[in-house]
């Protein structure tokens, strides 16, 4: 079992930028697929992007392509979600989650089954 803190999260302007954080504990970091979700009020949680357990692949929704970066290190048991050129769509609590890197890393917010409490990122405009 893994557990999950997000950190990061805050107010900016449109067109700024911030960094989000994941810090893991409890089984090897590095044995897990890492996501980031997120959840505006009144909207589903949609899928943002996603790393696999080496930092190989990366997959990233298309809404934020070329926008947002996700990185890890396994060493420091942390995934990173680096935002740039924030719009006020993107507006909602951001979540970690973690899969079996075992398996296939995938985009679909049921194949995760630890997730963290999430993080505000609101970006005014």
């Known amino acids: 079992q893994v557990q999950l803190v997000e950190s990061g999260g805050g107010l900016v302007q449109a067109g700024g930028s911030l960094r989000l954080s994941c810090a893991a504990s409890g089984r090897p970091f590095s044995s897990y697929h890492m996501a980031w979700f997120r959840q505006a009020p009144g909207k589903e949680r949609e899928f943002v992007a996603a790393i696999s357990w080496s930092g190989g692949t990366t997959y990233y929704a298309d809404s934020v392509k070329g926008r947002f970066t996700i990185s890890r290190d396994n060493a420091k048991k942390t995934v990173y979600l680096q935002m740039n050129t924030l719009k006020p769509e993107d507006t909602a609590v951001y979540y970690c989650?973690?899969?079996?890197?075992?398996?296939?890393?995938?985009?679909?917010?049921?194949?995760?089954?630890?997730w963290g409490q999430g993080t505000q990122a609101t970006v005014s405009s």
């Open positions: 989650a973690a899969k079996s890197g075992s398996s296939l890393l995938t985009t679909q917010r049921r194949d995760y089954d630890y």
